[in-house]
């Protein structure tokens, strides 16, 4: 059987998802420093813990042994995509309604690119509205070339 990428990376999101109650964000097998690397990244509404990365993993790699769908030395890496994550399914916009980001819009039409932080306060796949300090602003999602999570720090506790 030969081993393809896509193969690889379909089978492992099938099993991810199948055996437990994780969302699979991203499945890469590639090469890093002349080393085959599976990286897994898992989701929920709820954040990801360091046992639920370990969890996923001891399965995964059960799992991998158990069918030899990789048939060559490679690393396994399970981990989350972390607070600030690039947007790559339409449940990450909705996650962030609320939130600060970090958009990156490209017109092709026009030929211009644009970098800002605005707080998203409204999505649908029609529609995106966010708020910056110039007011609301509103926007296709196929202008979006990257929205990106920006991690703000919680207001500090005031003391009684």
Known sequence: MTESVEHITTEVRRFVESSFSYEVY????????????????????????VEDCEKVSRALSDYLDETDLIHRAFTLEVSSPGVERVFKRLVDYERH????VKWTLYDEEKGQKEV???????????????????????FPLKLVKEAQAVFEFPAKLQRG
């Open 116 to 138: 800002f932080r605005a707080r998203l306060t409204e999505f649908s796949p029609e529609k995106i509205v966010v708020r910056s300090e110039k007011g609301l602003r509103e």
């Open 97 to 100: 309604v609320g939130k600060l």
């Open 26 to 49: 991203d499945v890469t097998f590639k090469q890093v420093n002349r080393r085959m690397v599976l990286e897994v990244m898992i989701d929920t509404p709820d954040g990801v813990t």
